[in-house]
């Protein structure tokens, strides 16, 4: 065992809390939507400190360890390319602020109020798929940190039918952790996955604000400066524009990210709960503005830890302690896990006796935070938009909490059996991309062709979900066929075309910096992150073209678009801050709109000169770039200054959030206490809109 007996105090502490708190939520739990969306009572704090919890898997965190570690701070500063990006999302509310006005409870939901009933269907089928698939390696990547990091023994390997060679030990910590998430969402569904979130996002915080301090203690910034300069030529840990030869991390997958971002913003389900919880629209768009405060000390921390662990393993002051993750490195066989496994190994023979079980703990609320939330949104789909559609009548209540709580249960026991028999063999933000591009390489379009475009039709959504959907699929199986099956196939039947495949990519990969593609027998040479982006340009083209096409030749009449977002005439009391049924449109949407009050005008503009600056900063360096080449001591003095800038504006943010969410939990629970439910409001759709817009007297 790795973990002192204060280390597992603090982790046993913890899930106790927890697990009383969601208890506590059980008896809120009274009608669908509830279950489904916390009856859309939740606030902006609170969606943003529970949300980003969910959305901060033990996963990601192993995914952002890989990616530091390999790219250290070079990919902060790709990243800041995207914060023009981030600011028209967040402070327009971008998709988010007309998707709670459709008051849609899932994505496909949507669909059928845009589209059509079939089109539900086959979009909430796909969904799932690329969801459960994409979840699939969620379990076994959170229980080997477990494992590595805690120590814990193997207990035994046993073989059942055709499957062999099964860890125990493996087995049972899964079973363990999903046990815990699967008790969560069966309390309260959504109202237990948000509050147990969100306690789990103040724990979260507190705990890096006190790991970063200890980061700082333990390493002296000339050592780390050392140790960063150690990486090979082109593959800079420091100098973000000598980065050209690194293998997947390069600028080019930021590139595709921020398109991507844009793209497919918001049609990832993993935590479509939080998309339809928010009061109003108003603070759905408030909690997106925040988000770019709450996520301060996680993008610090999830830097630090990773590039801590870099020193460790390439500073000669730390050869023990580096000799010693290396033997444990060498049990592990599969080499893309022993490259997940290597920051958590450096971390728990680095870090002191309770701040390993700070960190456990963490890990530990990463994974319940988002296997509940991803279990309750794909179980939820599955039964909202598979099965729901074809009743014209809600199911009673109790039958319909039921279903929900099978099809999550189901989704569990498939990613468990996924985890145990799945074979990873390529970074976990590259398998996410392309899983998700199943989905998401149509669904984008969809998305922003219907909230924003009167013209967009059902004809163009099926292709463009089908084209995405197809191009992924394919390109999944060429990449794991690659090496046993087409190279050997392409050498003996088609070398002239294998040849002429060659010197097409060899050509491109000279031709334009950052490219590496190079064909050989071991790996497919086009990664993940690019075939994500050849799926979108190809469904979103599928899309314009074929609606236009329909339009043209079928002569329909422009979708109602104020019906379906509730504006004008359509209008619903509550559902807008100051009762305004007509939000502005167009530019003036980014802006301030009279929805705003005077603090929610300060948190904008704030969130606004904060971005800017650092983008701002950004142009200044590339464009001094050119005329002057900063060496690798110069671009660390850079990174310390971010870092010193960085600390005192988290640990704000941090105390700030904290207040802002113990008071929206209050008024959630008070909302709930004292609302009226209303037994229709289940998913079922009439004629383009919701059935709770009938007449009740029509229904019963």
């Given at each position: 065992m790795n973990m002192h007996w204060i280390d597992w105090l603090i982790i046993s502490s913890l899930l106790a809390f927890i697990t009383y708190v969601a208890i506590g939520t059980k008896k809120h739990t009274k009608?669908?939507?509830?279950?489904?969306?916390?009856?859309?009572?939740?606030?902006?704090?609170?969606?943003?400190?529970?949300g980003g919890m969910g959305s901060l898997g033990a996963i990601s965190l192993v995914a952002m360890f890989e990616l530091y570690y390999n790219t250290g701070f070079t990919a902060k500063w790709w990243g800041m390319m995207a914060i023009p990006v981030g600011l028209f999302i967040t402070l327009s509310?971008?998709?988010?602020?007309?998707?709670?006005?459709?008051?849609?409870?899932?994505?496909?939901?949507?669909?059928?109020?845009?589209?059509?009933?079939?089109?539900?269907?086959?979009?909430?089928?796909?969904?799932?798929?690329?969801?459960?698939?994409?979840?699939?390696?969620?379990?076994?990547?959170g229980a080997r940190f477990f494992i590595y990091f805690c120590g814990i023994p193997e207990i035994g390997i046993v073989s059942i039918g055709p499957i062999s060679d099964i860890s125990l030990t493996f087995a049972s910590v899964m079973i363990f952790l999903l046990a815990i998430s699967l008790f969560f969402v069966f309390l309260g569904g959504q109202i237990a996955?948000?509050?147990?979130?969100?306690?789990?996002?103040?724990?979260?915080?507190?705990?890096?604000?006190?790991?970063?301090?200890?980061?700082?203690?333990?390493?002296?910034?000339?050592?780390?400066?050392?140790?960063?300069?150690?990486?090979p030529e082109n593959q800079s840990l420091l100098h973000p524009l000598k980065t050209s030869k690194?293998?997947?991390?390069?600028?080019?997958?930021?590139?595709?990210?921020?398109?991507?971002?844009?793209?497919?913003?918001?049609?990832?389900?993993?935590?479509?709960?939080?998309?339809?919880?928010?009061?109003?629209?108003?603070?759905?768009?408030?909690?997106?503005?925040?988000?770019?405060w709450r996520g301060m000390i996680l993008a610090l921390v999830t830097v630090m830890l990773p590039i801590g662990a870099f020193v460790i393993m390439h500073h000669p002051d730390h050869l023990a302690t580096a000799d010693w993750v290396n033997s444990q490195l060498a049990n592990i066989e599969n080499e893309t896990i022993a490259t997940q496994m290597t920051v958590p190994l450096t971390l728990v023979a680095a870090l002191p006796i309770g701040i390993k079980g700070l960190l456990a703990g963490v890990m530990l609320a990463?994974?319940?935070?988002?296997?509940?939330?991803?279990?309750?949104?794909?179980?939820?789909?599955?039964?909202?938009?598979?099965?729901?559609?074809?009743?014209?009548?809600?199911?009673?209540?109790?039958?319909?909490?039921?279903?929900?709580?099978?099809?999550?249960?189901?989704?569990?026991?498939?990613?468990?059996?996924?985890?145990?028999?799945?074979?990873?063999?390529?970074?976990?933000?590259?398998?996410?991309?392309?899983?998700?591009?199943?989905?998401?390489?149509?669904?984008?379009?969809?998305?922003?062709?219907?909230?924003?475009?009167?013209?967009?039709?059902?004809?163009?959504?099926?292709?463009?979900?089908?084209?995405?959907?197809?191009?992924?699929?394919?390109?999944?199986?060429?990449r794991k066929s690659w090496e046993p099956t087409v190279y050997p196939l392409l050498t003996e039947y088609a070398p002239g075309f294998l040849k002429s495949f060659t010197w097409l990519l060899h050509s491109i990969s000279e031709a334009v910096p950052g490219i590496n593609w190079e064909v050989g027998p071991k790996k497919f040479p086009i990664d993940s992150q690019w075939m994500y982006g050849f799926s979108i340009i190809a469904a979103g083209s599928g899309y314009i073209i074929c609606s236009l096409a329909a339009e043209t030749f079928g002569k329909r009449e422009p979708h109602d678009m104020d019906r379906m977002l509730?504006?004008?005439?359509?209008a619903i009391k509550g559902e807008h801050e100051q009762e305004i049924t007509k939000p502005v449109t167009g530019l003036k949407a980014i802006l301030?709109?009279?929805?705003?009050?005077?603090?929610?005008?300060?948190?904008?503009?704030?969130?606004?000169?904060?971005?800017?600056?650092?983008?701002?900063?950004?142009?200044?360096?590339?464009?001094?770039?050119?005329?002057?080449?900063?060496?690798?001591?110069?671009?660390?003095?850079?990174?310390?200054?971010?870092?010193?800038?960085?600390?005192?504006?988290?640990?704000?943010?941090?105390?700030?959030f904290t207040i802002g969410g113990i008071m929206d939990l209050k008024d959630l629970y008070h909302t709930l206490d004292t609302m009226k439910r209303d037994e229709r409001d289940v998913g079922i759709i009439v004629d383009h809109h919701d059935l709770t817009e009938e007449p009740e007297s029509d229904n019963h």
């Open positions: 009608s669908v939507a509830d279950f489904l969306a916390a009856n859309r009572c939740a606030k902006r704090y609170l969606l943003c400190v529970a509310g971008y998709v988010t602020y007309r998707y709670r006005e459709t008051r849609a409870m899932t994505l496909a939901q949507f669909f059928e109020m845009r589209y059509s009933k079939k089109f539900r269907v086959y979009a909430g089928i796909v969904a799932w798929i690329s969801g459960v698939i994409n979840f699939g390696i969620f379990p076994a990547v996955v948000m509050v147990t979130d969100f306690v789990q996002g103040i724990f979260t915080n507190f705990t890096f604000l006190i790991i970063l301090g200890i980061l700082i203690y333990m390493f002296n910034w000339d050592q780390v400066v050392e140790a960063l300069k150690t990486a690194m293998a997947s991390f390069n600028y080019w997958f930021f590139i595709i990210a921020v398109f991507a971002n844009i793209y497919g913003f918001r049609a990832w389900q993993g935590s479509q709960g939080y998309a339809c919880s928010a009061k109003t629209a108003h603070e759905a768009r408030m909690a997106g503005i925040l988000g770019e990463a994974f319940i935070s988002t296997h509940d939330t991803y279990l309750h949104s794909w179980g939820s789909i599955f039964v909202q938009d598979i099965i729901l559609p074809f009743r014209k009548k809600p199911f009673s209540t109790k039958t319909h909490l039921w279903l929900l709580k099978g099809s999550i249960l189901f989704v569990a026991v498939f990613i468990f059996m996924f985890s145990l028999l799945f074979q990873q063999n390529e970074y976990i933000l590259l398998f996410f991309s392309i899983t998700g591009a199943i989905y998401i390489g149509g669904a984008g379009a969809c998305i922003i062709g219907g909230l924003y475009w009167k013209h967009g039709h059902t004809m163009g959504a099926w292709a463009a979900l089908t084209i995405g959907m197809i191009f992924a699929i394919m390109s999944m199986l060429i509730h504006r004008g005439k359509w301030p709109t009279e929805e705003f009050t005077g603090w929610d005008k300060v948190i904008y503009y704030s969130k606004l000169s904060w971005a800017m600056l650092w983008f701002v900063i950004f142009i200044i360096g590339m464009i001094l770039s050119i005329y002057i080449d900063f060496t690798e001591d110069q671009w660390a003095t850079f990174w310390l200054i971010f870092i010193c800038i960085s600390i005192p504006i988290a640990i704000i943010t941090v105390i700030w």
